[in-house]
């Protein structure tokens, strides 16, 4: 019988996919995400520049101007974003069993404020962090609070940073102890997604073409892809447009050379649908199954893109 090598591979790769995709589902069921006990806001130096929202707790409207810049403004968001980034870095390496998300608030704050800079969140529409914690269930937007993390847990932090009058955004997921085959899967998927996401991006791209992307390759694992919440353009101001879409759409714009927007898709292991707890803020899975998310700032160039947010 004659030996078929590629029918071998094939069959193999089958098997592997088969063997991924059974993986995705299976994790020890956690307890309900319950709310903490959350402290007073961190105080932030009078020197220290801030936003013009901090004045308020109305949350500010989406600008409708695409923020494109300049080689003077372009180094500034340099700035801004490897200062997240590095910030970013340090609040991972907190993440344990025993750790509060209100300790990694602290740290994140005092790093921030020590680097002259103001923390984005810290009273945008009257979020009461300096950073966003966001755990199992908890697709985004988690408040700081005294829950200790448990073995076992995801958690999101993203950093946001003012320096020197632009924003620097980004986030990732982080793995807390022991965490099961199925939710390391959802956590490197959710990475992969951003990577292909960004890959489609340069001067003259449809911004379509990242939904689509992202899409793709969640449905290869078998994961939702969140349409609530969406990427925004980033410098001057916090959240602008352009929306950036992690799901399939028909947005017709394109791409500029110049320009900074953020790409942060949410995956989920089950329904895509989401609450909000009475904060306003804290927005879980619907169904209670884990979800996960990655950001990046992006600088879009002529033949592609640059990531701000490295350190």
């Not at 071998?8 to 993986?23: A, D, G, N, P």
């Not at 704050?109 to 914690?133: D, N, R």
């Not at 791409?255 to 898709?265: D, K, R, S």
């Amino acid at each position: 019988m004659r030996f078929n090598l590629t029918w071998l591979t094939k069959l193999l790769q089958i098997l592997v996919r088969e063997r991924e995709l059974q993986t995705t589902t299976k994790f020890r069921k956690r307890p309900p995400l319950r709310r903490g006990r959350v402290s007073p806001r961190l105080p932030v130096p009078d020197h220290i520049p801030k936003p013009p929202y901090v004045s308020s707790t109305s949350l500010p409207d989406l600008s409708p101007e695409y923020q494109i810049h300049d080689s003077e403004s372009i180094a500034k968001m340099r700035a801004a974003c490897e200062l997240a980034a590095r910030v970013l870095d340090a609040a991972g390496k907190l993440v344990r069993p025993s750790v509060t998300t209100n300790e990694i608030d602290k740290a994140v704050h005092q790093m921030i404020i020590e680097a002259g800079a103001y923390p984005s969140p810290l009273g945008y529409g009257g979020f009461p962090k300096s950073v966003c914690t966001s755990v199992n269930e908890c697709m985004c937007h988690g408040i700081p609070d005294s829950r200790q993390l448990q073995d076992g847990d995801i958690i999101n932090i993203d950093v946001t940073v003012y320096l020197n009058g632009y924003h620097g955004d980004t986030s990732k997921t982080f793995l807390c102890g022991n965490v099961s085959d199925g939710l390391k899967r959802l956590v490197k998927v959710t990475e992969e997604c951003l990577e292909k996401g960004i890959a489609v991006c340069k001067d003259g791209a449809s911004f379509k073409k990242i939904g689509k992307r992202i899409s793709e390759h969640a449905e290869k694992y078998g994961f939702g892809v969140v349409e609530r919440f969406v990427g925004h353009g980033v410098g001057k101001v916090f959240h602008s447009e352009p929306i950036i879409y992690h799901n399939r759409n028909e947005n017709p714009g394109c791409m500029v050379e110049g320009q900074t927007f953020t790409i942060e898709p949410i995956l989920t292991m089950g329904s895509i649908e989401c609450i909000t707890w009475p904060d306003n803020w804290t927005t879980l899975t619907a169904d209670g199954n884990p979800a996960a998310q990655f950001e990046h700032t992006i600088l879009i160039t002529r033949t592609g893109a640059e990531i701000l947010t490295i350190c």
